[in-house]
């Protein structure tokens, strides 16, 4: 079934301030997008590398949210890939993993995936927060017919040192490639 995702060229514009072309609603005011030069920096090498790294969670108090990451996520969503974004803290790292830019009606498998052949057999010492994915139903109706903005989240959390977040970045994105 077609589902709502915006044309990557529309990211695109949207993250240098400039309106999209194609699919209305895509971007909105109310979601910050437009990226400055460290952001740029960052949103390059995370379209290299698989992943966005930001300092804490990215947020900009004079944006009021955090542009690097919406960008990122709605990217991400214009792919058909999961979004993963490391949050640099001082002593530990938080990686986030969200399923729900692959807009699917039930994301079971997949998390299983990444639960069964990553967290669980690569990196067992460490403790993962997946609550949002096992306690709220995906809402078929937002997935299918809102911007990514507009869709909840569905996240698995894992708090780990610097090296270990981005190796499990890594390990992520080349399981993700297999869906």
Not at 66 to 91: F, G, M
């Amino acid at each position: 079934m077609k589902v709502f995702r915006p044309k990557l060229d529309d990211v695109e514009s949207l993250s240098y301030g400039n309106a999209a072309k194609k699919n209305r609603g895509t971007g909105s005011r109310h979601v910050c997008h437009r990226l400055n030069a460290q952001e740029r920096k960052l949103y390059d090498i995370a379209k290299r590398v698989g992943f966005l790294t930001v300092r804490g969670t990215g947020y900009r108090k004079e944006r009021k949210g955090s542009p690097a990451c919406n960008t990122y996520r709605q990217r991400c969503d214009a792919l058909e890939d999961i979004c993963i974004v490391i949050e640099k803290r001082t002593e530990i790292d938080t990686v986030s993993i969200d399923f729900s830019t692959l807009r699917v009606e039930n994301d079971t498998e997949f998390v299983a995936s990444v639960v069964e052949n990553i967290l669980k057999t690569k990196y067992p010492d460490l403790a993962f927060d997946n609550s949002s994915i096992s306690s709220v139903p995906i809402d078929w109706e937002a997935v299918r017919t809102k911007p990514i903005w507009g869709v909840n989240e569905r996240l698995i959390k894992v708090d780990c040192s610097r090296d270990e977040a981005k190796a499990l970045a890594l390990d992520v994105w080349n399981e993700s490639n297999k869906f």
